[in-house]
Structures are given as C-alpha cells and as structure tokens.
C-alpha cells in the first residue's frame, strides 16, 4: 500500500476528487478526499459512505453503472497502461444530478489491485452544452418555420398552417404582396438597404395585422409576401393594403416605394393553398405599376388573361421558326417640312391572322428571357427590309429598333447585333437603336454600352424619356443622339404636362438633342410642339404602324 499512501498524502492539495477502491467485485471504497464529498455534497465522510454504501457502485447513477462498469474493464484489458477514462452522472446528497468525468488507473500491490480515480465535476460545462444543442434544435426547426431575413412565417409553415384550418375559415382573404421595382432599388441602394426594406415591409405587416384576430404573415421568396386574413371584409382588406402601403412609403423618400397588392377571396375552400396563392398573384399582376390602383381582387376572368399568357409563352418558339413575328413600320415626321425622316420598327405577332401586339407578349418575353431572341430576330427582319430597299435602288431612311434590357446587358449583345448588320450589309446610319429610360440604374454597364454602340458609329435613341424617375440623371451622365418624349405627355390633358413638355423641350435644345414627340395624336398636340420649338414627331395624327408593304407605299407617295 506505499504507493497509495503517498498519494493519499498529496491529495488534499490536488484540484478535483480523489478516491480509490478495491478492483473486486465489491469495489469497496478506501479512500475519498474531501473534494469527493464535497462533490457529492456530503458534510462528512459519513455522510458519504451512507449516501454510497461506501463503494463504487454506489457512486456512479444506477443508469449509468453497467455501461461505466464494462467500459472500465473494457478500456483496462486492452490498454498496456491500464487508464480509463469514463463519465456518468452521480446523484447528490440533495438529490441532485451531477455530471461528472472520472479517468482511472488500476494500480497493482501486494495487498491486492485497486484503482485510484481522479473526478471532476463538470455539470456546468455539461449544461452549457445542453443549452448549445438544445438551442441548435430550436434554430433549425425555427428555421425550416420562419423566413430568416423577416422573421415572418416562410412559405411551407404559411401554408401548413392555412391548411390546418381551412375547414374553418370565414370570409377570409389571401394577399400577394409584391414590390415593384425592387431590383432597381436595389440597383441603386444595394442589397444591405433592400434587405432593411423588405424587413421593414414586414414589421409593418407584423404590426397591421395585429389588429384582426387571425392574421398570418409570410415571406414567400424575394421582395414577395403573403397574407392571410381570416373573418373579415373587403373594406378591412382595403384597409390593410392601404395601411401597409402607406408605411412601406415611408422607409425613403429617396425612391418612390410602390406595392402591387392581389387579393383572392377563399370561395372554395377545395383548392389547394398553394392556388389560392398563385390566384391572388394573379390579381396581383393585372396592376402593377398602376399606383393609382390599391389591389386587384382576383376574378374568374384573370384567370383567362393567364391561360393566355400560357398559351403565348408555350407558343413562342414555334412562332419564331414559323415566322410569326414581323415587323410594322411606324414614320417619324418634320413636323415643319411634314417629310418622313424615319421609322420605328415594331413586333407585331401575326397568328392565324389575328394580328397580337407587343404589350401582351413582351412582358411576358421579358420575364422568361426570350425578349433578346425576338428583339434580334425584329433587328434581322428590318435589316432585310433596308436589304430589298437598297438592292432596289429606293428611297431610305433610318430605322429604329427598340432592344430590351435583357437583350441589351448581354455579353453578346455588340457581337449579336453587329454580326447581323454587318451580315445584310446595312450602312451605319440607316440602323438606330431605341432603349428605354426605365432601363438605366445606377450601374454603370448600361452607360458603357451606349459608349459603345455610339464609336461603332450608331444613333441611340432615349425611348420614353419622361416616363420612369430617373430622366434628369440620365441626361447628365449618359450621351445619347434623340430623345422620344413619351406618349404618356399628351394624354394628360393638363398645364402641368405643357410646361413640363416645355421645360423638356427647352432642355433638349440647349443640350442640342433633337427630340421626337412620340404619341402625337392630333392637331392639338402638333400645336404644342410646334408652340415649343419640337421638331420631330411620331403618332397616329400621321400614322399607325403599318405592314412594310403599306410604308412602301408611303415612302413612294
Ligand atoms: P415604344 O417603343 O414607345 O413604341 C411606341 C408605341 O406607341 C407603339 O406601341 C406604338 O404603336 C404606339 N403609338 C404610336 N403612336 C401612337 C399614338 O399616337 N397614340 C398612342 N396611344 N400610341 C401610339 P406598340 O407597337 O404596341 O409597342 C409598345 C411597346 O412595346 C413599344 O413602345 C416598345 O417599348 C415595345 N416594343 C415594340 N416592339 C419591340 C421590339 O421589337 N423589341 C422590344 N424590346 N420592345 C418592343
Ligand atoms: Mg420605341
Ligand atoms: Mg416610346
């Protein structure tokens, strides 16, 4: 027993317990420092030799002992050092539940074997663990209920609990909310600030909603919400959107924040959730960018508008190889000398002679990416119309294409287009491109390109100047040839639009833009610009887009 007795000697000074029993079967204790006892929080070695039965077994937590016991004597027989490292839970004096490591050796004298034990208690570290994991689980399964960035529900757990309690909604309502132009905003302001914007957007659901008894908000993906209203009317709906409306505006005044807002009423409670959803977007898509409309309550005959759009998109691929689409010429006039001094070309779809035009199709060519396709092959068609022209010893004037801003941010888009005019052999000046105001954001690349386009020798138009937020912006940093003041001018009958047209006007000349006054329908309208000093026009008031053969005729007149 020397060795043990020196150990014993020492051990009051080691941190942690120290206690040693007998390697037999009745792992009889002989010895516990008083760190063991106070682990165990016994007063006394009596005290701990009651509470055990003064032997190992009657330490360790009896669901733990068979497991501790045969992993010992497993770690013993194969380990040359005979160490073994365990950990088991102990039971207090008070009751309580320990957690504790314990790394033995077994120690062999001529008195008999025994093993020493050093123990620790690590019931804290234990707990700290336990609060990690526990949080962990709580996150991942908040995780697959909530929408992260919001903090609202995310789609799946919106529409497990819409179905938990369809049977007993009333009057209830599904909204899809969708911010408009949330790329551009985050264009300009970055991702960080589209972010805060689309918390914002749903703290002020969050808050709204709290208002009506049941209420369930959701971030479907994107910059795109849901709602969910149950026992209400229309006016409380129109009430909500309103409200929401009203304090998504005031994130910024810096941008112009709009939703547009689709609501279904849930009539049948047998169609699917995730219907009723895609039946309120629906809705949502026949106002967008309409800011004077507060939602659209989706009806029957929306529902055909879709159909429609699927059957276009389902229909476009064939209709290219079919040579479907073609191009209508529209004359760009001095409205001084009244001379045509150039065209804009336009798509029109011609399908079992049912002439379709571009506002229903575009939008949808937009959405999918075909729109660059289209806008190549409108590019190759008028090509082939300047060809014939030339070939044929006639009369040319330029002609404008309009390109997408799909189309036009390609890597290909210089190579695509100039491949194809370079293809039919076309002079640089009877080739204009036309790109819409709306297009340009705060990133450079659009500037770059039009940089480009015009060394490579060609006119750019700005399409629809007037029509998006950010026209004085544009003018100051992107050059380009024409201005095409849009339409939307002349159909506001008011002052206001004449001085605006004025200002604009007046701008232009200084800056030495020519302008074309798109839209221009009457004699009305040619007075205004003729009052103002505009030289250049495009309407109705001289003509309608027409078949190439009709604007030969025109051109020969
Ligand atoms: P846009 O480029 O601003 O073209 C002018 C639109 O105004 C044309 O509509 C034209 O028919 C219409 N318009 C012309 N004069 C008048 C008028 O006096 N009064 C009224 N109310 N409207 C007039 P359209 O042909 O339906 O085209 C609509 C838009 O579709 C175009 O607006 C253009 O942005 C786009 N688009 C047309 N063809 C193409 C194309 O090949 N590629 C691309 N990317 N977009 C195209
Ligand atoms: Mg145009
Ligand atoms: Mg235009």
Redo the contacts with the bound molecule.
């Keep these: 027993m020397k060795r043990l007795d020196g150990l014993i000697e020492y051990s009051s000074i080691i941190p942690g317990g120290i206690f040693i029993y007998k390697a037999d079967e009745t792992e009889e204790l002989i010895y516990a420092n008083d760190e063991v006892l106070k682990i165990f929080g016994c007063n006394s070695i009596e005290e701990f030799k009651e509470l055990t039965g003064n032997s190992f077994k009657g330490m360790v937590h009896r669901g733990d002992l068979k497991s501790v016991e045969s992993s010992i004597s497993s770690q013993i027989s194969d380990n040359d050092d005979e160490l073994d490292y365990v950990d088991y839970r102990i039971v207090k004096k008070n009751g309580d539940i320990a957690y504790i490591e314990d790394f033995g050796r077994l120690i062999h004298t001529k008195d008999g074997d025994y093993y020493v034990v050093f123990i620790s208690d690590v019931t804290k570290k234990h707990n700290r663990e336990i609060s990690y994991k526990k949080q962990l689980t709580k996150e991942l399964s908040e995780r697959k209920r909530y929408d992260l960035l919001t903090g609202l529900y995310n789609r799946d757990e919106f529409i497990r609990k819409i179905k938990s309690q369809i049977n007993k909604v009333n009057n209830a309502y599904v909204l899809f909310i969708n911010v408009d132009n949330y790329s551009n905003f985050t264009d300009i302001f970055g991702i960080k600030e589209g972010n805060n914007l689309l918390i914002h957007i749903a703290d002020a659901m969050d808050f709204i909603g709290q208002e009506y008894d049941e209420v369930l908000c959701a971030r479907l993906y994107n910059d795109i919400f849901t709602m969910f209203v149950n026992e209400c009317s229309l006016e409380d709906i129109e009430e909500i959107v309103e409200e929401i409306k009203t304090v998504t505006k005031d994130f910024t005044s810096k941008f112009d924040i709009t939703l547009s807002v689709g609501v279904y009423k849930i009539e049948d409670k047998t169609i699917s959730v995730e219907k009723m959803i895609d039946y309120a977007e629906t809705a949502s898509e026949t106002i967008k960018q309409k800011y004077e409309k507060k939602f659209a309550l989706y009806s029957e005959e929306m529902n055909e508008k879709n159909r429609r759009d699927q059957y276009i998109v389902n229909n476009m691929e064939k209709a290219l190889l079919n040579n479907e689409f073609c191009?209508?010429l529209?004359p760009k006039y001095n409205i001084r000398t009244n001379k045509i001094i150039g065209a804009?070309?336009?798509?029109?779809w011609i399908r079992y002679g049912e002439v379709i035009?571009?506002?229903e199709f575009?939008p949808l060519f937009?959405k999918n990416g075909y729109?660059a396709k289209?806008?190549l092959h409108?590019l190759e068609e008028t090509c082939r119309y300047i060809k014939n022209r030339v070939d044929n010893k006639m009369k040319n004037i330029p002609i404008s294409?309009?390109?997408?801003r799909f189309?036009f941010t390609m890597n290909s888009f210089i190579y695509d287009i100039t491949s194809i005019i370079n293809k039919y052999g076309i002079p640089k000046d009877l080739i204009e491109f036309?790109i819409?105001e709306s297009m340009f954001t705060a990133t450079n690349t659009i500037k770059d390109k039009v940089n480009e386009l015009r060394k490579l020798g060609y006119k750019i138009n700005m399409?629809?100047f007037g029509s998006a937020y950010s026209g004085l912006n544009i003018l100051k940093d992107v050059d380009f040839d024409i201005m095409?003041l849009?339409?939307k001018f002349?159909?506001s009958n008011d002052k206001k639009a004449q001085i605006i047209i004025k200002a604009v006007l007046n701008m232009a000349k200084e800056l030495k833009i020519p302008v074309v006054a798109?839209?221009?329908?009457n004699k009305e309208h040619l007075m205004i610009l003729r009052k103002f000093g505009c030289d250049y026009a495009?309407?109705?008031?001289y003509s309608?887009?027409l078949p190439k053969d009709k604007f030969d005729e025109l051109l020969e007149r």
């Design positions: 191009i209508y529209q804009e070309a336009l798509v029109r035009s571009p506002g575009i937009e729109i289209l806008d409108v294409v309009n390109v997408s189309f036309e819409t399409d629809d095409k849009d339409l002349f159909q798109e839209g221009v329908e495009q309407g109705f008031f309608k887009p």
